[in-house]
């Protein structure tokens, strides 16, 4: 029988909040282990959220929801250049779905750079730190 570290063809969803630090999945991936024998890539999917959202909704729900919706906007190029492709929209997230999982870290990475830099000139009351995971399909 496989571990589950070993066998990664199937997983669950789960709620990451629920999950303290410790516990939550870690996954790393090397830009050279993504080609399999047929030369098909594994595809990839990105998961994210806002950090604190209800908390900063309580305090400023127009604020909040607008500046919510100009990060999304932001971050949205960085997902279509990399091949990505919105499945779902949440309140305070998004699923994305991409050809690869190296464009999905890709992604991700590009993403989380870009928020340090929006996030850089606010309140700290006001930043926005998405939380995200990735998955992979072989």
Same mark, same amino acid.
């Given at each position: ?32 282990? =993504?080609?399999?024998?047929?030369? +098909?890539? &594994? %595809? ?6 806002? $950090? ?38 949440? =309140?305070?997230?998004?699923?994305? +779905?991409? &050809? %690869? ?6 992604? $991700? ?30």
């Amino acid at each position: 029988m496989a571990s589950p570290a070993s066998d990664r063809s199937h997983w669950e969803p789960c709620d990451l909040k629920s999950l303290d630090s410790a516990s939550r999945p870690r996954t790393v991936v090397s830009a050279s282990s =993504g080609a399999r024998q047929n030369g +098909e890539t &594994p %595809s990839g999917d990105i998961c994210a959220d806002v $950090a604190g959202y209800s908390r900063m909704m309580g305090a400023d729900e127009a604020g909040t929801h607008a500046t919510f919706k100009a990060h999304r906007s932001a971050i949205y190029p960085i997902i279509l250049n990399h091949g990505g492709r919105l499945v779902k929209n949440t =309140g305070d997230g998004f699923l994305v +779905e991409f &050809p %690869s999982i190296v464009e999905a870290i890709e992604s $991700a990475i590009a993403m989380q750079a870009l928020m340090a830099e929006r996030n850089n000139h606010l309140p700290a009351d006001r930043v926005m730190q998405f939380r995200m995971a990735s998955t992979w399909e072989m």
